[in-house]
């Protein structure tokens, strides 16, 4: 059975509105899909609270809720501009949810990361990211003011938006094959890796790394399809 894949939606910003990525999440089935991985950012924004809960996100969830109770796994990595969603009102949506997700499938071994933080020399992104992800702004977005503690997770977001290697410009190939080639050494096969918003695929010694392309782009799901242990439409 394939894995199906979204990565960056980006639903409520570039991706639009929630109904045509729920009614793609109402087609699976445990008879045409193993699992769902969502490579992170499926919303422009997504904090874990009803506070700032859309009618985007509830749409999507409610779509995530029916496919669990079809029987099929889902598993969510958060992405840059995802907010606390671990041990949130929304991590009941997910088999999983976190930084990766390790699973095998087809006779190979995958690991899936965002991409956001695979640039340990980007000091600026790395900044931003440990000031908003951090204790005291996850306690602030809770209890601030519902309007000030938007403009700090909003502020939050569009300063990360401004660094991480300007990939809008161009795909960081030199980083993300260094990155890939040093967790492939750890014993995966195939490094996923969303983010990046354009596909892009390449051999790393016995081993390979795929970037998928964003949903806002595409419009499609992708699948990971065991006869050719590749990412495809």
């Not at 410009?169 to 995966?188: D, N, Q, T």
Request: hydrophobic content about 40%; glycine content about 8%.
């Amino acid at each position: 059975m394939p894995v199906a894949v979204v990565a960056d939606a980006h639903l409520s910003g570039p991706g639009g509105a929630a109904r045509p990525l729920v009614e793609q999440l109402d087609a699976l089935e445990p008879s045409n899909c193993e699992r769902l991985v969502l490579m992170g950012d499926l919303f422009q924004v997504w904090v874990g609270t009803r506070r700032f809960e859309t009618k985007d996100i509830g749409e999507v969830s409610a779509a995530l809720r029916r496919l669990r109770d079809r029987g099929v796994p889902v598993h969510y990595i958060e992405g840059n501009r995802d907010f606390f969603l671990a041990e949130s009102c929304y991590a009941d949506l997910f088999d999983t949810v976190g930084d990766d997700f390790v699973f095998d499938h087809g006779g190979k071994r995958y690991l899936a990361v965002h991409g956001d933080g695979i640039n340990k020399k980007d000091y600026l992104y790395r900044f931003w990211r440990r000031l908003s992800k951090n204790r005291l702004s996850r306690i602030a977005m809770r209890n601030l003011p519902r309007r000030l503690a938007a403009r700090l997770i909003f502020g939050f977001e569009r300063e990360l938006a401004k660094t991480n290697f300007k990939h809008k410009r161009r795909l960081p190939a030199e980083v993300i094959l260094e990155y890939a080639g040093r967790r492939l050494a750890e014993g995966f096969d195939v490094v996923l890796l969303g983010h990046f918003h354009e596909p892009w695929r390449h051999r790393v010694g016995e081993g390979e790394v795929v970037v998928f392309d964003a949903w806002f782009r595409s419009r499609r799901v992708e699948w990971i399809d065991e006869r050719s242990n590749a990412a495809t439409e």
